[in-house]
């Protein structure tokens, strides 16, 4: 039987790593994907080391820390609902889900804010 297709060129089996000079190369691209792409061993290793620039006041009540964050959840869902007007298709579906995780963000917060003891009003005030 004729096959309508030849058969490949026979090639011989060279390794791209046999001369010196690809073999550098493979080192330093090796050392450039290593600098960019740290693997997650090493970002997890590393210590974390919070950043001072934005702070929260340290005096606030968590009643109020807990409000703050309802209120930017609640700007964000908005926002996030503004953009999925304008997408169609796996971009909108992906803010939908994002707006999802927003709600319920929101939901244990206000959950938490129901659980805070709030002082009881002194009789005589």
Do not use: W
């Given at each position: 039987?004729?096959?309508?297709?030849?058969?490949p060129?026979?090639?011989?089996?060279?390794?791209?790593?046999?001369s010196?000079?690809s073999?550098?190369?493979?080192?330093?691209?090796?050392?450039?994907?290593?600098?960019h792409?740290?693997s997650?061993?090493?970002?997890?290793?590393t210590?974390?080391?919070?950043?001072?620039?934005?702070?929260?006041?340290?005096?606030?009540?968590?009643?109020t820390l807990v409000v703050?964050?309802?209120?930017?959840?609640?700007?964000?869902?908005v926002?996030?609902?503004?953009?999925?007007?304008?997408?169609?298709?796996g971009?909108?579906?992906a803010?939908?889900g994002?707006s999802?995780?927003?709600m319920?963000?929101?939901i244990?917060?206000?959950?938490?804010?129901?659980?805070?003891?709030?002082?009881?009003?002194?009789?005589?005030?």
């Open positions: 039987m004729i096959k309508e297709t030849p058969n060129p026979e090639t011989d089996d060279v390794s791209p790593y046999e010196l000079d073999n550098k190369l493979n080192e330093a691209a090796e050392r450039a994907l290593d600098y792409f740290p997650i061993a090493n970002v997890k290793a210590p974390r080391t919070p950043s001072t620039l934005f702070s929260v006041d340290s005096e606030a009540s968590n009643e703050f964050l309802v209120e930017i959840l609640a700007s964000v869902d926002m996030v609902h503004q953009l999925v007007d304008h997408l169609e298709g971009s909108r579906n803010l939908l994002i999802n995780n927003i319920l963000a929101e244990t917060a206000n959950r938490v804010l129901d659980n805070i003891d709030l002082p009881k009003p002194s009789p005589h005030s």
